[in-house]
C-alpha cells in the first residue's frame, strides 16, 4: 500500500511563511504528477501546485508568485514553500500524487491525511 505523508503544518502569522513536505512510501514504481491540492472550511477542494517528474509546474492564480512546489524524484518527495501567507490561505492542505506500483500499472491518483495551516495573527 501506498503513503504519502503531509509534515510542515501549523500557525503562522499573515506574512510568514511555511514549508509543507511529503513523503511517499510503499512499493512504488513512480509518482507523476505530484502535488498540493487544499480545502477550506465551506469550500471545495482546490489545486495549488502541481509538478511532474521532468520538473514542470502548475499553480493557481491565487498563489503564483507566492508558493514554489519542488520535488526530489530520489526520495519520491515533494514540498511545498508558502511565502507571503495570507488568511485566505488558512486551509487543510493534501498531498497528491497518481501512483505506478509497476510499469505496467495504471496510474492511481493519491491523497495524504492532510497538515492544517492556519494563518492568523
Known amino acids: 500500500q501506498v503513503q504519502l505523508v503531509e509534515s510542515g503544518g501549523g500557525l503562522v502569522q499573515p506574512g510568514g511563511s511555511l514549508r509543507l513536505s511529503c513523503a511517499a512510501s510503499g512499493i512504488i514504481f513512480s509518482i507523476d504528477p505530484m502535488g498540493w491540492s487544499r480545502q477550506a472550511p465551506g469550500k471545495q477542494r482546490e489545486l495549488v501546485a502541481s509538478?511532474?517528474?521532468?520538473?514542470?509546474?502548475v499553480y493557481a492564480e491565487s498563489v503564483k508568485g507566492r508558493f514554489t512546489i519542488s520535488r526530489d524524484n530520489a526520495k519520491n518527495t515533494v514540498y511545498l514553500q508558502m511565502s507571503s501567507l495570507e488568511p485566505e490561505d488558512t486551509a487543510v492542505y493534501y498531498c497528491t500524487g497518481d501512483v505506478k506500483r509497476s510499469v505496467l500499472s495504471p496510474p492511481r491518483a493519491t491523497w495524504g491525511q492532510g497538515t492544517q495551516v492556519t494563518v492568523s495573527s
Open positions: 509538478i511532474t517528474k521532468g520538473g514542470s509546474t
